[in-house]
């Protein structure tokens, strides 16, 4: 299996374990310093780190809902340790009984078998952009530090 295989399977098992109310599943698949990120033009936006981190952001996402279900659209690998996840969000608001559906696209980084990014993004290109950048960040090489005598 390539490593691009091998990140889809990781990406895939954390959102088929979402899909079935599996929250230790996740947490299993999720890296302990995990970061999860939502950008400002979205609700529940910030970055959460760890096990904990994540247990909140879903655990306030999820409140504001009675039914919220993740169709998982497309999954693009990029570069050696990305994924891209198209999905369509289907919800029904929890006060008011409106339904509410709309794309979003998911961002995993993957490593050793475990996500250790995921971000959430209003458009594809967005999500692609942001691998993408991190993908360029891991190759450059590191700067030497500064030495003074």
Known sequence: M???EQNIAVTQAAFDAFARGESDRI???ADPEVEIYMP???PNSGTYRGHAGYLQW???WLEAWDDFRIEVLE???IGGRHVVVDT???AVGRGSGIAVEQDMTYMTEVRDEHFVALHLYPTREEAVAA???READSAAPAKPASWSP
Do not use: F, N, V
């Open 2 to 4: 390539s490593r691009a």
């Open 27 to 29: 947490l299993e698949l």
């Open 40 to 42: 400002s033009s979205l």
């Open 58 to 60: 879903i655990g306030q």
């Open 75 to 77: 999954m693009t690998p």
């Open 88 to 90: 369509h969000q289907h």
């Open 131 to 133: 691998a993408q950048r």
